[in-house]
């Protein structure tokens, strides 16, 4: 059945971009439903969940595009771009610290910008918390800069005794 419906999708936009163009009168609309052709090849694939996880990005952008040329939404659907990382933190299954620092911050911004006239364009500034909180109270252990006591005796001690090799050659 997945893969008629995949077979029978170039139609079904076309059908639906007629459809929008006739009857609706909105032909920009009826050119997104061609976004429907790549969309249904990852939602009917087998492994389901991990094609829209990989393919969110394009998801968000076909959503966005849709918004924008068909209904003429722009503003409030580049808020839809908010869906890759959230992917990312239902796919993973577990939340760090980090992705909670994003998280809250992500949020208090589209509460504040619902709530606050005229704060979607100053306000995004408050996403440069993102990278300060993070690096000031959970620093990334695989940083170039992240080093505390006994990561620099340890990596001190692992590059004087890691070469032995030069003990056997006798000068």
Known sequence: MR??????MPLIALTLFLFAGFVLENWLLGLTA??????????????????????????ALILF?????????????WLVFF????????FSRRIDARKLVTMVITIAYIALGLL?????????????????????????????????KEDLKTRVKSFVYEDNDDEDIIL
Do not use: C
């Open 83 to 90: 869906l890759i990382p959230l992917s990312d933190i239902v």
């Open 65 to 77: 595009l849709w918004l924008a040329f068909g209904l003429d939404m722009a503003h409030p659907g």
């Open 116 to 148: 606050i006239e005229g704060f979607w364009h100053p306000g995004w500034l408050m996403f440069l918390l993102i990278p300060i909180i993070n690096s000031l109270f959970f620093p990334n252990r695989n940083q170039i800069f992240y080093m505390n």
């Open 34 to 59: 061609f976004l429907l052709i790549p969309l249904s090849s990852i939602l009917l694939s087998k492994h389901w969940v991990r094609r829209v996880h990989q393919s969110m990005p394009l998801i």
């Open 3 to 8: 893969q008629r419906i995949a077979v029978t």
